[in-house]
Nanobody, 114 residues
Framework: QVQLVESGGGLVQAGGSLRLSCAAS????????MGWYRQAPGKERELVAR???????NYADSVKGRFTISRDNAKNTMYLQMNSLKPEDTAVYYC????????WGQGTQVTVSS
């Protein structure tokens, strides 16, 4: 079992920045890919960014150049630095970890005001 706890969400004005954190605990050995998904009201959940255990990353086109995903394996923590935020980034952001199964965090709300 892997437990994931997100933090760092909140309310920010357009153009501002936030940094989300995802702390992993439990059976964390050999966690492979980790990532961030988001779900806006009335929309499907979508991949924002993901990072492998080796550090390879990929991003949704909508966030390329604005968001940066990283992970600190020593601290069992993953981050999402979000810059130049737009109102359309408003969503609940979920941390995900893959270790055979897919584990989800409880989500953290990000609201960007115009």
């Amino acid at each position: 079992q892997v437990q994931l706890v997100e933090s760092g969400g909140g309310l920010v004005q357009a153009g501002g920045s936030l940094r989300l954190s995802c702390a992993a605990s439990g059976s964390i050995f050999s966690i492979n890919t980790m990532g961030w998904y988001r779900q806006a009201p009335g929309k499907e959940r979508e991949l924002v960014a993901r990072i492998t255990s080796g550090g390879s990353t990929n991003y949704a086109d909508s966030v390329k150049g604005r968001f940066t995903i990283s992970r600190d394996n020593a601290k069992n923590t993953m981050y999402l630095q979000m810059n130049s935020l737009k109102p359309e980034d408003t969503a609940v952001y979920y941390c995900v970890a893959t270790k055979g199964l897919i584990y989800w965090g409880q989500g953290t709300q990000v609201t960007v005001s115009s």
